[in-house]
C-alpha cells in the first residue's frame, strides 16, 4: 500500500523542485500513484518498489542540481544516494538500469541547461556530476558489497544460458525456452487507454504531450520522452530478438533478454512525468488557441492508442474523457482560480475508469484485482506438523514435501490454502523449521547442482525440489521427515535402517500427513575413511558413483592435514543448532576422522576445534567436514560474511565524511556571507 502513495508524492516533489505550480505537480504524481495502485503493478513489489523509489530519487537529485551552496549539495546528495540504494534493494538488475537511466537522463539535462542559462560553470557542472557519481556507490557499500560478494557462488550469478547448459547436461532436458522471455508487442501502450489494467488515462495521455510548445520545460520533456522511448522500444519483443545474437552471451545481456516486458515500467514512469508538464503548460497557457494547439499531439496520440485497443463497451467513458477535457480547458482559460478542477479530474477520471475496469464482464478472459482472499492470519498459524517440527528442529534434519507429480515449477503454482499442509513455498521458515525444497534465484550453485544430478528431472532453474531422492540425497541432506499427501512414497523406505517406513504417519494435518524416514542420517557424523578430489566436479562424479556410500567415506576437495588410520569404526557426534547461522557439535572420535555436518557448504562457515580456529573442507560436494583429530572435542560452527561488515562501515564511514564536509562548507559560506 506505500509504494503507490510513496510513487506519487515522489513525483509531485520531483516536479515542484523544477518549478512547476502544484496543481501540475498533483497531476504528475497522482498517474503514477493511481496507474500501480489500480493495477497488477501493484503487486508486483519489486517494480511497484522501482518506480516508487525512482521518484523519490529523482525528486532529491533535483534538490543537488538547484542547490545554491556546496553544503546544500553535498546534503541532498547522500539523501539521493539513499534512494538509489532503494532502487537497487528493490530490484537489483532491471529495476537499478531504469532508476540510474532516469536518474542520469534527468541530471544530464539539467547540468547542460543551467550551463547554457548562467546558473552554473562548466567546472561546476562537472563537480557536480563528480559529486554524484561518487556518492552514489560510496553511500551504499553496505547494500552493494555484500550482494556483488556474494553473487558469483549463485545460480543467478552464473547467468541463464550457463544454468541452462548445466541443466541439460545433468538432466538432459532445457527448460529455459527461446532465447528471449516474455517481451511486449508495439500496441502494449494500447493498454494505458483503456481499462483494465495499468490505465493511464484520456487525460494524462492528452496532457504527456502538451509540453512541446512551452520553451519553459521542453528540456525535460525532451529528456524524459527520450527515456521513455528508449524503453519503449527495449521492451519490444523485436528489438530483443534482434539484439539477441549480439548480446545474450554477456552477463548484462542476458538480464535483459529473459525478459524486456519489464521496461514498460519506465515508459510508464515517463509518461507521467510527461503529463505533470504537459499539465503545467496548460495551466500557463493564455487563449484557447495556445491551450488547442498544446493538446494536439496528446489527442492524436491517445486517438492512435484507443484506435489500437480495440474498444467495443467504452463509449460513455470516451466521450465522458473528452468532454471533461474540454470543459476543464474552458473553465481554465475563464476561471484560473479553478486550476485544481484538473488534478481532480485526473483523479476521478482513473479511479472510476479503474473500478469498472475491475468488472469481470468488462474483457473476456480477463481476471480482476480481487480484495484478498488469503486469511493471513491462518497462514501463520503453525499446524501440528510444523509444531511436532519445531519442536525437534535443534538437533538437526530436514524434511521434503512430496508430491507424486509436480511440474518443472515444483510447488510454486500450488499456493493454496488446500497446500497449506505440505508447508512447501517456504512456508518453513515461519515457523523455523528446516526443509529442503524451494524457489530461489539466489540458491547456491552447490545445492542448485546437486539437486539435478541426483534426482534428474525437467525444472525451471529457480526450482529445487525432489520426486525421487536416492539414498545418497536422503543421507547428505539428513532427511528425517516426509510430508506427503496419501502413502508414504516407495523412497522413504530406502534408507539403509532396521525397518520399513510405518504405513502410519506420525500426525496429520486435513490431506497431508507427516511420516518418519527410520535410519536417517544424523546432521553431523563422524567418519574415519575419506578420499581427496582435485575439483568440485569430479567430487559431484564421485557421489553420483552407484557404489558410493555417505555412511562410510568422505569425499574431500584437498588434503586435510590428517593421515588416515587403518582402524575402522565411525565415532559419535551429538549435534545442536544455535539459531539459524551457527551450531555446537559434541564429538568423540578414537582414531582420526572427519567430522562430517550436513549443511551445504560456502566459504564463509567457519569452524572452531576447542575454540581453535579450524579449516573448513567442501565434503562429499554438497556439505561440509571438519578433519578431527582422536580425542573428545566442541566443535564450533558459525557464518560469518565479513563483507557484510566491510560495507556497513563502508557506509557509515562515507556517510559520516560526507555530513562532516557538509557542515564545514556550510561554516565556511557562512563566514563568506555566501
Known amino acids: 500500500m506505500l509504494q503507490p502513495v510513496l510513487a506519487g508524492i515522489g513525483v509531485y516533489w520531483f516536479l515542484r523542485g523544477e518549478q512547476l505550480d502544484r496543481a501540475a505537480s498533483t497531476v504528475g504524481g497522482l498517474c503514477l500513484g493511481l496507474v500501480i495502485a489500480h493495477s497488477v503493478i501493484a503487486l508486483g513489489l519489486p517494480f511497484a518498489g522501482t ?50 537511466a532516469a536518474l542520469a537522463a534527468y541530471v544530464g539535462a539539467a547540468l547542460v541547461r543551467a550551463v547554457r542559462r548562467g546558473a552554473m560553470s562548466p567546472r561546476e557542472r562537472v563537480e557536480v556530476g563528480g559529486l554524484m557519481l561518487a556518492t552514489l556507490p560510496l553511500v551504499n557499500l553496505a547494500v552493494l558489497l555484500p550482494r556483488l560478494a556474494y553473487l558469483p557462488s549463485t545460480t543467478i550469478g552464473a547467468g541463464y ?35 483494465p489494467g495499468p490505465y493511464l488515462g484520456v487525460l494524462a495521455i492528452v496532457l504527456s504531450l502538451a509540453w ?12 524524459f520522452a527520450g527515456f521513455g522511448a528508449l524503453f519503449y522500444l527495449l521492451s519490444l519483443d523485436g528489438v530483443a530478438t534482434a539484439l539477441a545474437p549480439l548480446i545474450s552471451n554477456t552477463s548484462w545481456g542476458q538480464f535483459y533478454v529473459h525478459e524486456p516486458y519489464r521496461f514498460t515500467y519506465a515508459a510508464i514512469f515517463a509518461l507521467c512525468v510527461l503529463a505533470g508538464l504537459g499539465a503545467d503548460s496548460l495551466l500557463r497557457s493564455t487563449s484557447l488557441r495556445a491551450s488547442l494547439e498544446m493538446l494536439a499531439p496528446g489527442a492524436a496520440l491517445w486517438i492512435l492508442l484507443w484506435a489500437f485497443a480495440s474498444p467495443r463497451r467504452e463509449a460513455g467513458l470516451i466521450v465522458a474523457g473528452i468532454a471533461a477535457s474540454v470543459l476543464c480547458i474552458a473553465e481554465l482559460r475563464r476561471l484560473p482560480v479553478l486550476r485544481w478542477s484538473l488534478p481532480a479530474i485526473v483523479a476521478l477520471e482513473m479511479t472510476i475508469a479503474g473500478v469498472i475496469g475491475e468488472n469481470r464482464a468488462y474483457v473476456p478472459d480477463y481476471q480482476p484485482l480481487q480484495a484478498p482472499t488469503v486469511d493471513a492470519a491462518a497462514y501463520v498459524r503453525p499446524g501440528p506438523i510444523s509444531d511436532y517440527l519445531a519442536a525437534r528442529s535443534g538437533g538437526g534434519g530436514r524434511y521434503v514435501s512430496f508430491l507424486p507429480r509436480l511440474s518443472q515449477w515444483g510447488f510454486e503454482f500450488l499456493q493454496g490454502p488446500a497446500y497449506w ?64 499427501s496419501g502413502a508414504p512414497p516407495p523412497w522413504a523406505a530406502s534408507v539403509p535402517s532396521t525397518g520399513a517406513i510405518p504405513a502410519t504417519p506420525l500426525l496429520v494435518d486435513g490431506p497431508w500427513s507427516l511420516y518418519a524416514i527410520p535410519g536417517a542420517a544424523p546432521e553431523a557424523s563422524g567418519v574415519t575413511r575419506w578420499t581427496t578430489v582435485a575439483t568440485p566436479a569430479a567430487a559431484l562424479n564421485a557421489v553420483r558413483a552407484a557404489a558410493f556410500d555417505p555412511e562410510h567415506i568422505v569425499v574431500l576437495e584437498g588434503e586435510p592435514g590428517l593421515a588416515m588410520s587403518t582402524a575402522t569404526g565411525n565415532g559419535a557426534a551429538v549435534f545442536t543448532m544455535n539459531g539459524t547461522a551457527s551450531a555446537t557439535v559434541v564429538a568423540t572420535t578414537p582414531v582420526p576422522s572427519q567430522l562430517l555436518i550436513r549443511i551445504p557448504y560456502e566459504k564463509h562457515w567457519h569452524a572452531w576445534i576447542d575454540g581453535r580456529p579450524t579449516p573448513m573442507m567442501p565434503a562429499d560436494y554438497l556439505d561440509m567436514a571438519v578433519a578431527l583429530p582422536p580425542g573428545h572435542h566442541t566443535v564450533r560452527i558459525a557464518y560469518s560474511d565479513p563483507t557484510i561488515g566491510y560495507g556497513l562501515a563502508g557506509s557509515a564511514v562515507s556517510v559520516l565524511a560526507l555530513v562532516m564536509a557538509s557542515i564545514l562548507l556550510r561554516r565556511r559560506e557562512s563566514r563568506s556571507g555566501r
Open 421 to 484: 499442509g505440505a508447508l512447501a513455498n517456504q512456508r518453513s521458515m515461519i515457523f523455523g523449521v528446516p526443509d529442503v525444497d524451494g524457489y530461489n534465484p539466489t540458491q547456491s550453485v552447490r545445492y542448485w547442482t546437486f539437486v539435478r544430478a541426483l534426482d534428474p528431472k525437467p525444472m525451471h532453474y529457480n526450482a529445487a525440489f525432489f520426486s525421487d531422492p536416492r539414498p545418497v540425497v536422503l543421507d547428505l541432506l539428513a532427511i528425517r521427515w516426509v510430508v506427503t
Open 212 to 223: 512541446w510548445t512551452s520553451p519553459r520545460y521542453r528540456w525535460l520533456g525532451v529528456s
Open 161 to 195: 544460458n550457463r544454468l541452462d547448459a548445466w541443466g541439460r547436461a545433468l538432466t538432459g532436458v532445457s527448460t529455459r525456452g527461446g532465447v528471449v522471455g516474455y517481451a511486449a508487442t508495439p500496441s502494449w501502450p494500447a493498454g494505458l487507454a483503456m481499462p
Open 51 to 100: 518506480l516508487a523509489w525512482t521518484a523519490m530519487l529523482l525528486a532529491s537529485a533535483a534538490r543537488v542540481v538547484h542547490a545554491r551552496a556546496w553544503s546544500g549539495r553535498v546534503g541532498w546528495a547522500i539523501v539521493t544516494a539513499a534512494c538509489w540504494g532503494q532502487v537497487a534493494n528493490a530490484h537489483l538488475s532491471n529495476g537499478l538500469v531504469m532508476g540510474s
